[in-house]
């Protein structure tokens, strides 16, 4: 095997299942921490752990070649304060309980990688947001990542490199916003959302996956990554690019007017549809990554061909 332990804090969610069956072929042992027990399925494990206290599972971190934080509850909610707080809490807790764990450790994980979010940056309709010239946005949403990468790199861990992945729109068949959109296409209401010039920064699953492989065997590599694919589109495009995909030819446009009534329904908020996202991977480009799926097309295709 080329790596031999891969740790997923978080990972029960749909990135960490995309993640542990990435390296469930390529490491001896993926261990998942998990709220939750999981049967064993081959090589990939599941350790009990609450996020807030040390205990058994810290083990599991010492030799480990990989760890990846993927631990927030879903943003895909209502903001009342009860939802605030948890947001808040359920990224914050975890990740500064990891820190003082990793500094406890004789022979800690080699890398530390954050999954954070690549909204952290302002609405942007003008110019690409990257790692050196990107703007921080406002808001709650902002103020969240603020705060997360914050208490990731407020630990010093000399024998651990550390990466916050400002991670995209993550395009996948099995979850996330792919099947959704999906869905909405082939009821025929896949038009553009809001005016539709609203920039979608998305990434393949499999572009993902390969980043955080390839940061792995990059040791130069730390602090602030973007990781989305190099060519952002609108959201009008983004929503045509489906229906084609699929032989569809039209799709009624929803109004923002419209979304924030249907999102009062569902319980989430607008921003998540109508926030403008424009950011660049400066980092990943400059270091010499390749994307499987740079473009939209190839990548929602792909997604076809796999279902």
């Excluded at 069956?21 to 939750?36: N, Q």
């Excluded at 921080?136 to 861990?157: L, P, Q, R």
């Excluded at 039209?250 to 999102?263: C, H, K, R, S, T």
Aim: include cysteine.
């Amino acid at each position: 095997m080329k790596y031999g332990k891969i740790v997923l804090a978080g990972g029960n969610g749909y990135l960490g299942a995309v993640l542990a069956k990435h390296f469930s072929r390529l490491a001896d042992e993926v261990i998942i921490l998990s709220r939750k027990p999981q049967a064993a399925a081959g090589n990939i494990k599941t350790l009990l752990w609450d996020g807030q206290t040390p205990g058994d599972w810290a083990t599991s971190l010492q030799g480990a070649d990989l760890l990846v934080n993927l631990c927030g509850k879903n943003v895909n909610c209502r903001y009342t304060p009860k939802n605030k707080k948890e947001i808040i809490s359920s990224r914050l807790i975890p990740t500064r309980l990891l820190g003082e764990v990793i500094k406890s450790l004789q022979n800690p994980p080699k890398l530390w990688i954050n999954i954070t979010s690549a909204t952290i940056y302002r609405h942007a309709e003008d110019r690409p947001q990257d790692e050196l010239t990107g703007e921080i946005g406002d808001g709650f949403s902002i103020e969240v990542c603020k705060a997360w990468e914050s208490s990731f790199f407020e630990n010093e861990t000399p024998k651990t490199r550390k990466v916050a992945l400002r991670m995209g729109i993550v395009l996948g068949l099995k979850d996330g916003a792919f099947p959704r959109l999906l869905n909405l296409v082939k009821l025929g209401m896949g038009g553009k959302q809001g005016s539709g010039e609203q920039y979608v920064s998305w990434v393949h699953e499999l572009d993902a996956a390969g980043s955080i492989e390839w940061l792995l065997n990059h040791n130069e590599i730390e602090g602030i990554i973007n990781c989305t694919a190099p060519e952002p589109i609108k959201n009008h495009v983004f929503m045509r690019s489906i229906r084609k995909a699929y032989g569809i030819n039209f799709g009624l446009p929803a109004p923002a007017w419209l979304l924030a009534i249907g999102a009062k329904i569902i319980g989430t908020e607008t921003e998540l549809i109508l926030k403008s996202r424009w950011v660049k991977p400066r980092g990943l480009l400059n270091n010499g990554f390749e994307f499987k799926y740079a473009k939209i097309d190839e990548a929602v295709k792909g997604l076809r061909a796999e279902g």
